[in-house]
Nanobody, 119 residues
Framework: QVQLVESGGGLVQPGGSLRLSCVAS????????AAWFRQAPGNQRELVAR??????NYTDSVKGRFTISRDNAKKTISLQMNNLKPEDTAVYYC??????????????WGQGIQVTVSA
């Protein structure tokens, strides 16, 4: 069974940086589409960044500050977050469409990790 486990969250001052990592465990053959979502208190979950074989996309509020990457050899999805702002505070979720020989391509979610930007 595939599981996604996130790490790298925490408390950071405005203007600081964090790097979120999401490692896929199990019989992963390939990470197809991968993404990071976030959900702040009282808000709906929103797509932050998405990566496919041919493109990357970002929500407008993080363009130029966040970078998503994917390493199929290490089964890892990362989100480098620079120049963080208080409005980036949220629980961040890793999401991926993953292919295994036994199940084909399915969607998976991580458990979520807190990012807090505050002075």
């Amino acid at each position: 069974q595939v599981q996604l486990v996130e790490s790298g969250g925490g408390l950071v001052q405005p203007g600081g940086s964090l790097r979120l990592s999401c490692v896929a465990s199990g019989s992963v053959v390939k990470i197809n589409i991968a993404a990071w979502f976030r959900q702040a208190p009282g808000n709906q979950r929103e797509l932050v960044a998405r990566i496919t074989d041919i493109s990357t996309n970002y929500t407008d509020s993080v363009k130029g500050r966040f970078t998503i990457s994917r390493d199929n050899a290490k089964k890892t999805i990362s989100l480098q977050m620079n120049n963080l702002k208080p409005e980036d505070t949220a629980v961040y979720y890793c999401h991926a469409n993953i292919y295994t020989y036994s199940t084909g391509s399915l969607n998976y979610w991580g458990q979520g990790i807190q990012v807090t930007v505050s002075a």
